[in-house]
């Protein structure tokens, strides 16, 4: 569905399009993709023709499948792997439509084609995000402004309950000031409340007489529904007070006009009234612009010779008001009321009058509803970005068999639902894991939750997992809050530290294994659930049950995959790899610009224990590159606890560092000279283009 008016409001479509392009042939190597995903820490590339003609993608996790089964080698070419996607957004749709696009389809990310299918670029929907913001609150002000304007009380509420919209006229009728209604429930203030009504029961109350104070009120009372679900509801109140004096006092069309005069001379509304014969008595000036008459051309007439689809002669014979009701008038419709008017109990005359000014401000009161839910929507999907998972398995660093086997068997995982329970040494990455395989899971458009069961005490741990009602304890938030679980359902919830919890939540969070159900505090109904649980520690539960610190049928529970991540002192074959990720993560979080690690750095880090593991890695290398002056990390730069200066690099291995600092200034010139084309590079030093290769990987050179 397109919205032209949200789109000029935005004027997103008149900005330029930027895209960023970043593609490949189809001819190319799967080892030239490699490059370009490594380079850019990419997941896919687009894939395009030799004219330039966009083919498809390639997916980061195909060619590392490819690799870990051996399909493929390096040489092979990319064809095989190229995929097929619903993701082609037209560039002469404009930017506005395609980000459209990319939000009704929760797309992250467009591949943009014009019309002879040349590739573009790409288009992220997260560069955009600002600017959509900025349109949704300027929007959000600019109808709120006008609805303001509207002369009938006006409340709104969403599918919660709680009061969404109060325009000032409901003030006045309703007797509460704005600032004391919203954002709480209508029952609080309006226990037995015909909008919360028509809430539940998805159905309209129209034509509702109600007395509030002195004054008269009609009401209508709507469900706001889209599709099949009720979003919230509405009352439009209607103060017939004055309407119904009016009425009682029509003893002439002396008094008619006197009475009505200085009501409906107004620009605000239209009136007009009919006697016992359906013959105009008054046609206020509203109507009589619409027409283009003047009184003396309406007054007398009968009202159908002038709009023959007028229902006032039926408001005659019925003696019934309606309110709400559509007419069309000379090429324009207004929502009125069309109420009878009474002398000695005998129905002698009619009178119709506008709800709205006009119907774009019907329809802008209409939008502002559905405006809501869009915020909503909006809303839920910055919640979602907020908890999703940030890594994926391409961002686990390691090439040991302990690696590979803990990684392949977190992606078999990750297509399960099963719980799943991550075992291993503080800093061994358990979260990262966690991350991954909600990521790579059928779950990974659902919500992320990351639960630190150490990091609470046990009652502050129960309210945060399950939520509470309203009045559960002291400082209970008005209205409750709900737990982490209700928060990641259709996700995956991850219970760190799940050794450090108590025998009592133990318990409760056995029920919610079992029953899939989690009950608030100070609730006395069970809310369903559907979620994924991931539970880490760095202790023995197996030693915890036998000592009686944890229980058996939870650990029964918990141990359905177990995946076992070794520390790092038994992978030390993956520290070069693992230090060039880091340094290369470091830089960017830093700004700094170190190269690596010197050769003899990498014999001297292997020398320690690592009682840290990653985490300890990490620190001692963010403190070596904010010392270090240099391109590359000496071991004087590194400080490890416990490890002596006997550990510092000889003279030998002085020398080969200075071989090596030379020969790669050799070829970071050469490729400077040669524009960046490594066959032409290792034609000038005299070398194979494979060696070239291998010596640029040795010293990360791009």
């Known amino acids: 569905m397109k919205n032209t008016y949200f789109s000029s409001l935005f004027q997103l479509n008149s900005q330029k399009n930027t895209f960023k392009d970043e ?13 370009v995903i490594l380079k850019d820490r990419r997941n896919s590339i687009p894939v395009v023709d030799k004219k330039g003609r966009f083919i498809g993608i390639i997916e980061g996790v195909d060619l590392l499948e490819g690799f870990t089964k051996n399909h493929c080698t390096p040489k092979d070419s990319l064809k095989p792997y190229i995929r097929e996607t619903e993701k082609i957004l037209q560039e002469e749709e404009g930017l506005f439509d395609n980000l459209y696009l990319l939000i009704s389809k929760k797309w992250s990310i467009g ?6 299918g040349i590739f573009k670029g790409e288009l992220q929907l997260k560069a955009h995000l600002s600017d959509i913001f900025a349109g949704i609150k300027d929007l959000e002000f600019y109808v709120a402004q006008i609805i303001k304007a509207v002369h009938n009380a006006v409340m709104a509420i969403d599918a919660e309950g709680k009061i969404v919209f109060y325009n000032e006229s409901a003030e006045k009728i309703l007797s509460y000031h704005a600032t004391e209604v919203m954002d709480n429930l209508i029952t609080d203030y309006f226990p037995d409340s015909l909008t919360h009504k028509a809430l539940k029961t998805g159905r309209e109350l129209r034509n509702v007489s109600l007395q509030y104070g002195e004054l008269n009120v009609s009401g209508d009372f709507l469900p706001i529904i889209i599709g099949e679900k009720i979003l919230g509801a509405v009352a439009i109140f209607r103060d017939i007070t004055e309407l119904k004096k009016v009425t009682h006092r029509l003893n002439s069309y002396e008094k008619i006009l006197a009475t009505l005069e200085a009501v409906v001379e107004n620009s605000y509304e239209g009136i007009v009234v009919i006697d016992d014969q359906s013959k105009i008595a008054l046609m206020n000036e509203f109507f009589l612009e619409v027409l283009g008459l003047s009184p003396q051309d309406v007054i007398g007439k009968k009202i159908l010779d002038l709009s023959p689809e007028s229902n006032l002669p039926e408001t005659l014979k019925t003696g019934k008001p309606l309110f709400g009701e559509t007419w069309h008038l000379n090429g324009r419709d207004f929502i009125i009321m069309r109420i009878p008017i009474e002398r000695d109990g005998k129905v002698v005359g009619a009178l119709a009058k506008t709800l709205f000014k006009n119907m774009e401000i019907a329809k802008m009161f209409a939008k502002k509803v559905m405006r809501l839910e869009e915020n909503l929507a909006y809303y839920k999907e910055e919640f979602g970005r907020i908890h999703s998972p940030q890594f994926a398995f391409d961002d686990i660093l390691g090439e040991s068999l302990e690696m590979k086997k803990a990684k392949s068997l977190a992606y078999r995982a990750s297509q399960t639902n099963s719980t799943i329970l991550i075992l291993g040494e503080s800093g061994t990455g358990k979260e990262i894991f966690s991350h991954a395989i909600h990521k790579s899971s059928s779950r990974s458009n659902g919500p992320y939750i990351k639960v630190n069961c150490a990091a609470l005490p046990e009652n502050l741990l129960e309210s945060e997992l399950f939520g509470y009602e309203e009045g559960a304890f002291t400082g209970a938030r008005k209205g409750g809050k709900p737990g982490k679980f209700e928060l990641a359902d259709k996700g995956t919830i991850f219970l760190d530290e799940i050794g450090d919890m108590s025998f009592s939540m133990q318990a409760k969070l056995l029920r919610v294994l079992q029953e899939r159900e989690v009950e608030r505090l100070g609730g006395t109904e069970p809310i369903k659930v559907d979620v994924r649980i991931i539970a880490a520690t760095n202790r023995d539960l197996h030693k915890m049950v036998m000592e009686h610190k944890f229980r058996l049928d939870l650990y029964y529970r918990l141990n359905v995959l177990t995946i076992e991540l070794p520390p790092l002192r038994e992978r030390k074959e993956d520290m070069s790899l693992l230090a060039k990720g880091l340094i290369e993560k470091i830089n960017k979080r830093l700004g700094t610009n170190i190269q690596g690690l010197a050769p003899e750095s990498i014999d001297y880090l292997t020398s320690y224990d690592w009682p840290g593991n990653i985490r300890e890695l990490e620190n001692i290398l963010e403190r ?10 000496s071991p004087k730069h590194l400080s490890l606890p416990g490890v002596s200066d006997t550990n510092l690099p ?19 010139k050469t490729l400077n000279r040669a524009q960046g084309n490594k066959v032409k ?4 030093l005299g070398i194979h283009r494979s060696a070239l290769y291998k010596k640029l990987a040795k010293y990360n050179i791009q």
Not at 23 to 35: D, P, Q, T, Y
Not at 624 to 633: K, N
Request: with cysteine; proline share 0%; net charge negative.
């Open 624 to 633: 070596a590159i904010v010392i270090c002056d240099d391109l590359l990390i």
């Open 681 to 684: 590079a290792a034609r000038i």
């Open 23 to 35: 593609s490949i042939f189809e001819e190319a190597s799967i080892e030239e993709a490699l490059e």
């Open 650 to 668: 000889t003279l030998e291995q002085t020398l080969q560092y200075t071989l090596e600092k030379t020969e790669r200034e050799i070829i970071e």
């Open 111 to 116: 591949y943009v084609i014009d019309k002879k």
